[in-house]
């Protein structure tokens, strides 16, 4: 993987586009197709990686990881590995991630008003 130049123009217009538009901000936070999906499972409550494998089958492992990574910089989700043999890891949403229940809820709003689905 090539290394981030973080002095370089795309990245400082990146940086100051994420704090000065709050949509875009938002945009970059729910940037990938697997992590609206991921917080609305855990909308429902605390989950194990197999049950979120399962509730979304159509993603890849190595893309159901790195959501879940994403998420937890990001603030978004709590990962907390238990203790037990065997060893599982459980994840649960922070304050912020359940603030964006209400903004999920009006987007689906908005696509079904407008049939996109």
């Known amino acids: 993987m090539a290394t981030v130049k973080e002095s370089s123009t795309n ?3 990146k940086r100051l586009v994420n704090t000065r538009c709050p949509v875009t901000f938002i945009a970059h936070r729910m940037g990938n197709r697997w ?7 855990l909308f429902q409550g605390t989950r194990r990686y197999g049950e979120l494998k399962r509730a979304i089958p159509a993603v890849t492992e190595k893309m159901l ?3 879940l ?3 937890e910089a990001d603030g978004i989700i709590n990962r907390k590995a238990m203790p037990v043999v065997p060893p599982h890891v459980e994840y649960n949403l922070t304050e912020c991630g359940k603030d964006l229940e209400p903004v999920i809820t009006e987007m689906v709003k908005w696509s079904l008003k407008y049939n996109i689905q």
């Open 65 to 67: 990881i790195q959501t």
């Open 35 to 41: 992590k609206p999906l991921v917080i609305r499972e």
């Open 69 to 71: 990574k994403e998420l």
């Open 11 to 13: 990245q400082i217009n």
